[in-house]
């Protein structure tokens, strides 16, 4: 492989697999999602050297068209481009549907056409819903436990298929909870760290019980690209996991430790999910990743949780801390 294609690569993981990419000496092309404002998300933020080695495509995933247009030419495609959000999911799931499911449609129908070398599709530990034993290894049921979750399994079938039925060269990769620098304030990390870093002392949260296993993000960028560089995972679903879990209320009292230990939490009703769809353990068993590839964590939670909170406090002017973030 020597030309790529980031979709999504304006967002969060995204915008991190750019730069590992360009790190390894990829010719990069970005597809990130049209606006008025012609903004190129988290890419904009990059070094004038960095983003002029990078070729933009500003287009809309649900595009059949344009997201052939900008597969043309490059031997592999990271297919990130997705809604993630899952109380937005709860009263759009429309546009979840529109998203993940036939944008991850038209990426597998363009790479047939195209003759595309290598297709990473990514998946999401939600798909597994609340851990039927743990770790969650790859054969361990789906469960779609919100409308987000739920497209998520339904791209995810579509790429097996594709798979299956054309022998499309398909990997299904599956990040657990990942964190870190340019996070949106919708995820859980961002929320406890902004809201403590605006100075308030009460920190609101949901539910404190349910269990996450965190990938800092440099470690699920390198994960990808450590799939991607080997044939041993064409046709394979794998997670990208650390096989170790803490509790939201155990995550938040670290943080307000490093942060502010005079804070306390509270509980806010509105960040509550349905009780049949929180999901309530997530646990990742990291061992096929492993097996078939050199890819290890290279950062501990608390190295991770350092480096968000030090990028966090030299941006806070991006977030709205005061609000809750949908």
Known sequence: MKKVLVTGADGFIGSHLVERLLDSGYDVKAFTYYNSFNTWGWLDTFPKDKLSRIEIFSGDIRDPNGVREAMKGVDAVFHLA????????????????????????????????LDIERILVTSTSE??????????????????????????????????????????????????????????????????????????????????????????VKDTANGFVKIAETDK???????????????????????????????????????LRPDKSEVNRLLGDNTKLQSLTDWKPEYTLKEGLAQTIEWLKSNMDRYKADIYNV
């Open 82 to 113: 997705a809604l993630i959000a899952i109380p937005f999911s709860y009263h759009s799931p429309d546009s979840y549907v529109d998203t993940n499911i036939k944008g991850t449609l038209n990426v597998l129908q363009a790479a047939r056409q």
């Open 127 to 216: 798909v597994y819903g609340t851990a039927q034993y743990v770790p969650i290894d790859e054969k361990h049921p789906y469960q779609g436990q919100s409308p987000y979750s739920a497209t998520k399994i339904g791209a995810d079938r579509l790429a097996e298929s594709f798979y299956r039925s054309f022998n499309l060269p398909i990997t299904i990769v599956r990040p657990f909870n990942t964190y870190g620098p340019r996070q949106s304030a919708r995820a859980v990390i961002p929320t406890i760290i902004t809201q403590l870093l605006n100075g308030a002392t009460e920190i609101k949260l949901g539910s404190l019980s349910p269990t996450r296993d965190f990938n800092y």
């Open 233 to 271: 995972t064409i046709g394979e679903e794998i997670n990208i996991a650390t096989m170790k879990e803490i509790s939201i209320g155990e995550l938040a009292s670290e943080i307000i430790a490093l942060i502010n230990p005079q804070a306390r939490i509270v509980c806010d009703e509105q960040r």
